[in-house]
Nanobody
């Protein structure tokens, strides 16, 4: 069983920045972030592999940066130029074989 512990959400004004962290209990090749708003499906924000392959959701490209510290089994999401539409619960995600594991979620609220 994988344990994921997230931190770093909060309230910020539009144009501001936040940094999310997710620490995993084991080393995992691919780690990522998703977000979800009420009534909508969870969407990919960004993911990263050991080799450094990165994917971003279209809506965050150029504003968000994902990185990882493999020794600490931690993934980070630096969010800059935040917009009110970035408001969501952000979830850390890892996939092992065919199973997805999720963190508890952290609320990010961007005020206009």
């Amino acid at each position: 069983q994988v344990r994921l512990v997230e931190s770093g959400g909060g309230l910020v004004q539009a144009g501001g920045s936040l940094r999310l962290s997710c620490a995993a209990s084991i080393s995992i090749n691919r780690m990522g972030w998703y977000r979800q708003t009420p009534g909508k499906q969870r969407e990919l924000v960004a993911d990263i592999t050991y080799s450094g392959t990165i994917n971003y959701g279209d809506s965050v490209k150029g504003r968000f940066t994902i990185s990882r510290d493999s020794a600490k089994k931690t993934v980070y999401l630096q969010m800059n130029s935040l917009k009110p539409e970035d408001t969501a619960v952000y979830y850390c995600n890892v996939r092992i074989l065919a199973s997805d594991y999720w963190g508890q979620g952290t609320q990010v609220t961007v005020s206009s």
